[in-house]
């Protein structure tokens, strides 16, 4: 009796260790990045996506971000006061249009887009941010709303 409560304790010892080893070995994947969408690719960390697409975040952002990572796009939205908001724009090197006349056709068209809830209300005003770098084309939309609002597209060329 006494082998076979032994041999049981060892089993469920050997099973533990085999769980938290392999929770200490993925803890700084996407797997475990609140912020990432369903679906977001799972082969990089947070800092390498964002490295990858050559995009900062300014502390202002923490827990105001989500995003969607894949192999050539990103999917990035921000909702933060305009400083904030701002201060991405700067950071990232983004240029600005003039107010847009309408929400832009391309996010509410967009079918991905459309999955992560990305809503545009028409009555807001909207203005387009715009990057193109190291084979990188990175677009953003701004609204004007009092927390405002970020939709960013960026994919390798």
Known sequence: MRKWIVGCVSVVVVVLIGLVGTRVL???TTRFDDRAYSG????KTPDEVFTDFDITLPACTD???RYWAGSLDLYLTITAPPDCVSRFIEENRLSTSE???AAPLTVTRDKRAAEFGWTLPADRV???HRREEDNV???AWTDDA???SLYL???HQ
């Open 146 to 148: 009092a927390e405002q």
């Open 137 to 139: 084309e990175t677009k």
């Open 99 to 101: 107010p847009l006349p």
């Open 26 to 28: 993925l803890r700084d």
């Open 153 to 155: 597209t960026a994919w």
């Open 126 to 128: 909207y203005r387009s």
């Open 63 to 65: 827990g105001r971000m």
């Open 40 to 43: 977001s690719s799972f082969s």
